[in-house]
């Protein structure tokens, strides 16, 4: 029972404390509070591994009288997010502290990702729905100051515009958790299956705004170039992962008609988000500027995961639970391709969200296109057939995107080294390692393809067919 | 050893060895040219070895279809993955042929590459691209398909940006690879539908399914099995979608023998043929295979007869090759097929395999593949002189070679169905026809280019048998200086010669793998005589075949009349300009190509006007002064995380008094 609470109890209360200590007038030395967030963060993750392994569960009444309690526990679902959050949070900390920012800089981003990544966990693994809607608000304020910390030595504009997107941010992300609680305290009140149609409608919206789905897609792309890679690896596994288990878990069960019904509108928002993020990315990618165009890659990214998920069957929920994961390793890569300029390990990362076989990506894409092409959710069949074609066009074009960036990549490296680059022989040690270790991952993933299916089997097949725990 | 471990080992080789050889090449010996060598050259001799294990008779019973569990399969909710792979006696065969082909190649490309740092990188690439078309092969799964058919575009496309710094290549394997990423999308799409409407992705499961009373009629199956017919065309090459075929000219020429002959194009046949039966059930996929395999067929003749460069020439070959064998599916009665296919698979990859090894060496002697520089070439160079006659022999597909026999059994067995009035037989049989004498017109161009005689060769010839029989006076002075030294016996004493041969000259290995391959096209025709490689009910019609030869022995007079009194003895310097200049540029594809690339651009840039629309509303919001969010954002900036640290504690307490 402490592992469990230890899981997300010890990161947020080390955040938090980090994210005070940055603050203070005369800091700590910055060895003590990179130490202090590795050991927290390491301290959680091997809970984490434990509790993924042995699945304790904790159930406590809280409030009786608003039928409110305090119940986690390890399931399917959470046995595969929660060291997957924890070893993220291993990686993130680490290549903060390996990193050469502001004293500052590092102890508030790492107090802050910390505390994300610890709301994160009490989300994966509460399984009280008001418990888990109400914690996912806890992202909110984390995840704008994430974004606001800033680096001491920037210009006006760079923090004018930072400031901007951590606004936009909160918006997104306020708006969102809140539409998601509606949604859970709507279902709450008055249980019954004329409201779920309504019910999944307001689910629908917190969705979008937290996944980026069009039309409100223009954020998360817009971090890539702003905010350092442990920031963007960050924002990739918070708030999908936790997102993605809380509507698993409520939104196929207590609104199960109603995400029948707005399945449809999830399918073509994806459909968009995968479409559209190809040929956005496929216009960035030759411009060196704007990171390659890298930063749609995510918007691609979430597209999947929103078709995954719309198809409603196991097999699309189980795309979407790779999906998720292969995203935040290929952010993780494609950031450290982007900023070190190493050609190889940019290659790798484009060829790992272009698809190919053998990299993370290929096959939640191809279990994506199967789940849509054999969805038997309420709605248009030819909708999803559609659906699950431009998933595949969209693959093609996002190729489009991969090969202008390597192009321009390598007419960069031409002539005179970039200012970014750093010679081989002068690279840190760390960074190269979580860098070898996030490819490793990728390939991992790509090569054992059913680890994760048997995994979450059980527990998807449960919720899916309506049985009864 | 027990049948199914020989089948399981002889997969795991077939597949894993070449697979695992590429990543060892990539990771861990990219600096060490020889020990790339070695991993290579032995991890395609695994793969031939594993072939050979899986074609080999267990517990004295034929080898026959095993199922072999690749990766643990997986059940998606009502959906099955169980991700098989088939040794079938046809696809072991083939898997053999290709696995030949792969050790030949590593072992030329070691020598071609000598000096090249680089090597290791298209070594590691060429085992990739012989793993995949062997996954390609051998899967009983379309997922498995799938990973085998991208990976060997990705195989291809590195292969091709080999020489980085070489003009165009960037842009020519970029242009390969995602025009197989586009052409893929009906492919893909295709299987897959059929996997979704089946409930399975296993290619006997989506058989059954879908050839149940009624099925075959539906929309669905109809388009799925147009968009897998059209995606096979276009991995085959076959026109218009020629294109990425020509962009592989860029690529080390071993690395090209390998996409022609045992890449891309053998496993879009192999997935033809393994899929025939389903495809045809839907009229119109057989009809668009029969009318694009024969046009075709005709044009890559025609184009081969004029193309300037021998690449350009073993490319449209390729298309030719692949349309025959394409075609040979559509025409021949279904339990016919593969057994008719495979000899001619076969023969494809023996010829293009000996021919482009041919031109890598001639383009280490002579520095290019034109054909201008490669005219008289074994002239200069007699040690090609062997290899040439053997391939322009089998190109012509004369007797008694692999490709004299394969044709023999595609045309004998073509005539037999068109008799019977079909007319997609009759037209295949006709284009078969056609192609066999435009071969042989292609054999004949290409033997009288290598063998060529310059105008200053011929007299200086010309002149010794005239000076034979002119007697002229020798004087004293000249015997003295002119006649070679004796010794005290008045032997002739042998002097080292002046002159040391530099002459570039493959290594034992290259030579063997030159050997090999040259005894294959010359006796592999007897595939034929292993039980199940030859169709049952075969009845040679000698009085066809005899007639098709004489119309190639025409064509080859044609052929050599029309290169007399040429400077480079290339008979397609009669030919039209335009019509060379339309081969050598692969009919236009390529500005083809660029045109519908607008069909993507155009709507990028309609989203990115859009987008950045949608980029100036929210920005207005946030930007200004007076919003709530912006005084949110001022009054954080003044009192600190301390009151977020505040509301914790309090929303702590609040929870501990309650609970």
Redesign the interface.
């Known amino acids: 029972m402490i592992a469990l609470l230890a899981t997300f109890a010890v990161p947020i209360l080390t955040g938090l404390a980090l994210v005070a200590l940055g603050r203070l007038e005369h800091q700590l030395p910055q060895q003590i509070c990179a130490a202090l967030s590795c050991a927290a963060a390491v301290l959680a993750a091997c809970c984490a591994v434990w509790v993924g392994v042995e699945r304790p569960r904790l159930s406590a009444a809280w409030l009786p009288e608003l039928e409110l309690g305090l119940r986690l526990g390890v399931d399917d679902l959470a046995a595969v997010f929660v060291p997957a959050l924890a070893l993220t949070s291993v990686g993130v900390v680490l290549a903060l502290a390996a990193s050469g920012q502001s004293r500052r800089q590092r102890a508030g981003v790492a107090g802050c990702a910390l505390v994300l990544f610890g709301v994160a966990q009490l989300v994966v693994i509460s399984q009280d729905l008001a418990t888990a809607a109400l914690a996912l608000t806890g992202i909110v304020a984390p995840g704008w100051a994430l974004v606001r910390t800033g680096d001491d030595d920037e210009t006006d504009d760079q923090a004018q515009a930072r400031d901007a997107l951590a606004q936009r941010l909160l918006v997104h992300q306020g708006a969102g958790t809140l539409a998601i609680l509606t949604a859970v305290l709507i279902a709450g009140s008055a249980p019954g299956h004329h409201l779920h149609t309504a019910i999944a409608a307001v689910l629908l919206v917190g969705v979008v705004l937290l996944l980026g789905l069009p039309p409100v897609h223009g954020l998360l792309p817009r971090l890539w170039g702003t905010v350092p890679v442990p920031v963007l690896v960050t924002f990739a596994a918070v708030p999908a992962v936790p997102l993605l288990a809380l509507v698993v878990r409520f939104g196929f069960s207590a609104a199960s008609e109603g995400m029948d019904t707005v399945a449809p509108v999830l399918a073509v928002l994806g459909a968009l988000a995968v479409l559209g993020g190809g040929l956005l990315a496929l216009t960035d990618g030759a411009d060196r500027r704007a990171s390659f165009g890298a930063g749609w890659v995510a918007l691609v990214q979430s597209g999947m995961l929103a078709l995954a998920l719309a198809s409603g069957t196991v097999a699309g929920v189980q795309a979407a639970v790779a999906t998720a994961l292969a995203s935040i390793v290929v952010v993780a890569v494609l950031g450290a391709g982007v900023a070190t300029g190493h050609r190889a390990v940019l290659a790798v990362a484009a060829l790992a969200a272009v698809g190919v076989p053998g990299l993370a990506v290929f096959w939640p894409r191809l279990t994506t296109v199967l789940a849509l092409w054999s969805s038997q959710a309420d709605g248009p069949a030819v909708l999803f057939k559609a659906c699950a074609v431009v998933v595949v066009i969209g693959s093609a074009v996002l190729a489009g995107w991969a090969v202008r960036a390597l192009l321009a990549r390598s007419t960069s490296r031409d002539g005179a080294p970039e200012a970014g680059a750093v010679a081989d022989t002068d690279r840190p040690v760390l960074p190269v390692l979580l860098v070898a270790g996030a490819v490793l991952i990728l390939a991992l993933l790509g090569l054992t393809p059913t680890v994760l299916t048997h995994l979450t089997e059980g527990d998807l097949v449960r919720l899916l067919t309506q049985v009864p725990r | 050893m027990t049948r199914d471990l020989a089948a399981t080992v002889a997969v795991s080789s077939i597949i894993i060895a070449p697979l695992l050889g590429a990543l060892v090449c990539w990771v861990l010996a990219h600096r060490r040219p020889r020990a790339a060598a070695g991993i290579s050259i032995l991890a395609a001799a695994a793969s031939l070895a594993g072939a050979v294990l899986g074609a080999w008779p267990v517990d004295g019973a034929g080898a026959g279809d095993r199922l072999v569990t690749g990766?643990?399969?997986?059940?998606?909710?009502?959906?099955q993955?169980p991700?098989d792979l088939m040794l079938r006696d046809w696809t072991v065969v083939v898997s053999a042929v290709v696995a030949l082909l792969g050790v030949t190649v590593q072992a030329f490309l070691r020598w071609y590459l000598w000096t090249d740092p680089r090597y290791p990188a298209a070594a590691a690439a060429s085992g990739l691209l012989l793993g995949s078309t062997q996954l390609v092969i051998l899967s009983a799964d379309v997922?498995l398909t799938?990973?085998?058919w991208?990976?060997a575009a990705?195989a291809t496309a590195l292969l091709v940006v080999h020489d980085?710094v070489r003009t165009g290549a960037?842009?020519q394997a970029?242009r390969g690879?995602?025009a197989a990423?586009?052409l893929?999308?009906p492919f893909?799409?295709g299987l897959?539908?059929l996997?979704?409407?089946a409930?399975s992705?296993a290619a006997d499961d989506i058989a059954a399914f879908w050839s149940r009373p009624g099925q075959a009629d539906t929309i669905t199956f109809v388009l799925a099995s147009v968009g897998v017919v059209v995606g096979v065309l276009a991995r085959g090459a076959q026109v218009p979608f020629t294109g990425w075929l020509r962009d592989t000219i860029g690529a080390p020429l071993p690395g090209a023998a390998l996409i022609q002959g045992a890449g891309s194009t053998v496993a879009a046949v192999v997935v033809l043929t393994s899929w025939a039966g389903l495809l045809f059930r839907a009229g119109p996929a057989q009809a668009v295979l029969v009318v694009v395999t024969v046009v075709s067929v005709a044009v890559s003749g025609l184009c081969a007869l004029a193309s300037t460069d021998l690449r350009s020439v073993l490319t449209w070959v390729t298309v030719g090759h692949v349309g025959a064998l394409m075609l040979s599916v559509a025409v021949v009665p279904q339990p016919e097929v593969p057994a008719v296919v495979v000899t001619l698979l076969a023969a494809h990859a023996v010829v293009i395999g000996l021919a482009s090894l041919l031109a890598a060496w001639s383009t280490v002697v002579v520095g290019s593949t034109v054909t201008a520089r490669l005219s008289g070439v074994i002239r200069r160079h007699p040690r090609l002189s062997r290899g040439y006659a053997i391939t322009a022999w089998s190109l012509a597909a004369a007797p008694p070679t692999i490709a004299f026999v394969g044709a023999q059994l595609v045309s004998s067995t073509a005539a037999h169905e068109a008799a019977s009035g079909r007319v997609a037989a009759t037209a295949g049989y006709l284009a078969l026809a056609l192609g066999a004498v435009l071969g042989a017109a292609v054999a004949m161009r290409v033997w009288l280019i290598v063998q060529h005689r310059t105008v200053f060769e011929r007299r200086s010839h010309d002149t010794v048998i005239q000076d034979s029989y002119d007697v002229t006076d020798v004087g004293i002075v000249e015997l003295l200086t002119n006649a070679p030294q004796v010794d005290e016996s008045g032997h002739t004493v042998s002097r080292r010669p002046d002159v040391v041969d530099t002459e570039p000259r493959p290594s034992g290995l290259s030579r063997l793998a030159v050997v090999v391959l040259s005894f294959a096209a010359v006796l592999g025709g007897a595939v034929v005589l292993v039980p199940g490689m030859a169709p049952a009910q075969f009845e040679p019609n000698w009085m066809l075949s005899a007639a098709v030869l004489l119309l190639m022995a025409a064509a080859g007079l044609s052929v050599r009349i029309a290169s007399l009194r040429t400077v480079f003895g290339d008979a397609a310097e009669r030919l039209p300009r335009w019509w060379r200049s339309l081969a050598d540029r692969h009919l236009g594809t390529a500005a083809i190509e660029e045109r519908l690339a607008v069909l993507?651009?155009a709507?990028?840039?309609v989203?990115?006007a859009g987008?950045e629309r949608?980029?100036r509303l929210?920005?207005a919001?946030?930007?200004h002064d007076s919003a709530p969010?912006?005084r949110?954002?001022r009054l954080w900036d003044r009192t600190?995380?301390a009151v977020?640290?505040g509301c914790?504690v309090v929303a702590g307490l609040c929870?501990v008094i309650?609970?």
Not at chain 2, 71 to 79: F, I, Q
């Open positions: 990766l643990p399969g997986a059940a998606l909710g009502s959906l993955m991700l997922v799938v990973v085998g991208e990976l990705l980085p960037p842009t970029a690879w995602l990423r586009f893929d999308i893909v799409v897959l539908a996997a979704g409407g409930g992705t993507v651009t709507p990028a840039a989203v990115r987008q949608l980029d929210p920005d919001l946030v930007r969010i912006a949110l954002v600190g995380p977020a640290l914790v929870a309650l609970w």
